[in-house]
Each structure stands twice: as C-alpha cells, then as structure tokens.
C-alpha cells in the first residue's frame, strides 16, 4: 500500500512549512533511535517521518506527490507524458486522430501494450514508443525493479563491496564510502528483462534503498561523528594522552587537565568520508565516578571537595 505522507506526520495536505517541520521535529525527538535503542517500533517510525518530511519540505516533489503520488517521485517520471495519459484516459481512450474508443493513439490496445497498469512498463513511461500507432520505435526497456538493503553502521561509513542473491541471481553491489540511511543506489541491468516482444531491449535498473541500522557508540550528523568518551576523575583533574578508536583507526588525544562531562575534542577531518567531503569525529567526554567506592575513596572525595571555590550549581535558575 502506497504511503500517506501527510498522515505519517500527522499534518493535513493544506499545511504550511512550518507546520510541518514542527511535525516532523517532534516525531524525530520522540522516536529517534539513539534515545529508543532496541525499540523497532519508534525507529520504523522515525525512518517513515524522516522520509515524508524529505517530500513534503521540497516544494517540486510535494508538487508531484500531490499529483501522482509515489509514482511522481520515482526515477525518470515524465509528469507531462503521465499528463497526457491522464487526459487520453478521461476521453474515454478515444485516439488523437480517428480509430475507436478504449485504443491508444493508433488504434493499440493499452492493455495489449503494458499487460495492465501496473504491471510490467508504466503507463507513465512512454519512451520508446512512437505518437502514432502504439507500437516501439526504438529499443525497449525492462521494468526498474527496488529493494531494501540493510546495512550496519560501520558499512556504511567505510564502504564495501557485497554480493546479494535478488531473484534468484547473485547481484554485486559497490557500497560508496561515507554512504547514509536512504541513499539510493541504481544497478544498470539488474533489473527486470525487456519483454519478449523486444528482443534487442535492455533490462531495466535495479533500485537498492539503503536501511542503516544505528551504531551501540558512535552518532552521526551529516558527515560528522560523535563518540562519548569515558575518563576517570583523575584523568579529567591533571589531565592525560588517550587512545581514541575512529572509523580511520586509533588516534592520540590530549584531555585537558579540569575537562567537564560535556567537552567536545575535534580530530578534523576523522570523521565519515563522502567523496571530496571529509566531515569531523568529536569525542564528547563523559567523566566516570570510580567503580569502588571506599573508605579511602570516601576520604579522597570530602579532601577534594575543598577545591571547589563557587558554587558550580548557582547558575540553575529556571
């Protein structure tokens, strides 16, 4: 069943922008997978919101999802030629010159052509065949065929070459580093062969909808990363030099003596690589209280509570 991209967030189809980013952002806050781990549930939600709010914040697709629903959005939709078929349909199927009613420009039968409207070549695709008689005038093409490709995080970020069996047929996918959920990839000639009746066509394209599944550690925001980083209280009094796992390998970071949970440290350019485009890897301390607490500990703690000289809460004034 075809999505309701305006029920997914909740809006009615009149909503202005800001109405429905307003939407979107309180259905991501709600569902997103970093604060819902393990929940399938929120995260199908917030991969659905995330994909109307992509249609509908665009002024162009939301024009043609208004119009043509998915089909609209797809690959090479031709939103004048599906137009046209619109307005051969209303007139009763009645050709541009001549013939009867129910026939294609020319006399050919619909049905005959496209087996029926939603299967084998879209109706809204009329490449390839002539204005006048129904019949190719040039090579035809097989029907793009679409599948979901689930990918782990770290796949995605550093990028692989797969083999998947799809059909029946083993099918050998290049995943482009720096790759994030909802790319889409296109296989020339892995999709669906051309009809019987075109013996010189060409297959169509297989589709592949990246599905990312979220990282247990690291965060992503466009092409940047975010690890939260353990320290003990001692290391974040005097400080210390830390091995940091990243995506390009162990990298030595400076924590600086009086560091608070919270600080961001920037390795420039550590972050996923997407092309030309190097984005960021932030580790975001988190100060670590001691896994035995203790006499010694105890003591430890009431001597070092004299170094505070202000109080560190008198700014919380809601």
């Known amino acids: 069943m075809e999505a309701d991209y305006y029920k997914t967030l909740g809006v009615s189809r009149t909503a202005d922008d800001a ?55 797809r690959d090479g939709f031709n939103s004048d030629q599906a137009r046209e078929y619109a307005r051969w349909q209303q007139t009763g199927g009645r050709p541009r010159a001549g013939g009867g009613g129910g026939r294609a420009p020319g006399g050919a039968n619909f049905e005959d052509l496209f087996g029926n409207i939603f299967g084998g070549r879209s109706p809204y695709d009329t490449s390839g065949y002539s204005d006048f ?34 059909g029946g047929r083993n099918v050998k996918v290049r995943i482009p580093k720096g790759a994030d959920d909802g790319d889409r990839l296109r296989l020339k000639g892995q999709g669906q062969a051309a009809p019987p009746q ?25 092409l940047n990363l975010y690890l939260d980083f353990p320290v003990t209280m001692p290391e974040a009094i005097v400080g210390a030099k830390l091995d940091v796992p990243t995506p390009h390998g162990d990298f030595k970071v400076s924590i600086p003596a009086g560091v608070n949970s919270g600080a961001k440290l920037r390795l420039k350019e550590k972050g996923v690589h997407r092309g030309k485009k190097h984005g960021d890897y932030y580790v975001v301390i988190q100060i670590q209280a001691p896994d035995r607490i203790d006499e010694a500990t105890t003591t430890l703690a009431e001597s070092l509570a004299e170094a505070y000289t202000t109080d560190i809460r008198a700014d919380l004034i809601l």
């Open 198 to 222: 075109a013996p010189k066509g060409s297959a169509g394209d297989l589709i592949l909808t990246l599905k990312v599944k979220p990282h247990p550690m690291l965060r992503r925001e466009g």
């Open 19 to 73: 109405t429905i980013k307003k939407a979107y952002r309180q259905i991501a806050r709600e569902n997103h997978p970093d604060l819902n781990p393990d929940d399938s549930v929120r995260e199908e939600r917030f991969k659905a919101a995330s994909v109307a709010f992509e249609v509908l914040s665009d002024t162009e697709k939301r024009k043609l999802y208004d119009e043509f629903g998915d089909d609209g959005l």
């Open 133 to 166: 008689g129904g019949f190719p005038s040039g090579p035809m093409k097989g029907q793009d065929l679409e599948a979901a490709l689930d990918l782990d995080f770290m796949t995605a970020v550093n990028g692989a070459e797969m083999e998947l069996t799809i």
